[in-house]
Structure formats: C-alpha cells, structure tokens
C-alpha cells in the first residue's frame, strides 16, 4: 500500500528488559499503529545496567520508494 509518513513510538523497558508499555502515533492509521506497539511491545531488551525503567520516544519513517 501507498502508506508514508512519522509514527512516533513511545515505550517503557523494565529493568529485567521487558517492554512494560508501548504506544505508537501519528500515521492515522489505526491498524498500522496497533502493530508498531504490539511489535515494540515483544523486544526483549538485555537488562538495565542502572536499575531503572527506561523511557524511549523513537520516531520511525516510512516512505514508499
């Protein structure tokens, strides 16, 4: 599909490296944005070196070629 534009993702990593929460908008495509979280959402990040939750706001972009 002709789909382009920012989704910008927001998520927590929990010290073991668990994504705690994660959200993604800004396309305006609902499903598309459901599967950016729900994808972020399975990353097992390696563990915290500093014990602490780690916040993220990371932009991704897509462009049709």
């Known amino acids: 599909p002709e ?20 959200t993604a908008r800004g396309l305006g495509s609902e499903p598309v944005e459901s599967c950016i979280a729900r994808t972020i959402q399975s990353i097992q990040f390696p563990r915290s070196e500093s014990g602490s939750v780690a916040r993220v706001t990371y932009p991704f972009v897509l462009r049709t070629h």
């Open 3 to 22: 789909l382009s534009g920012t989704v910008t993702a927001s998520f927590a990593i929990a010290t073991n490296g668990a994504v705690i929460a994660s």
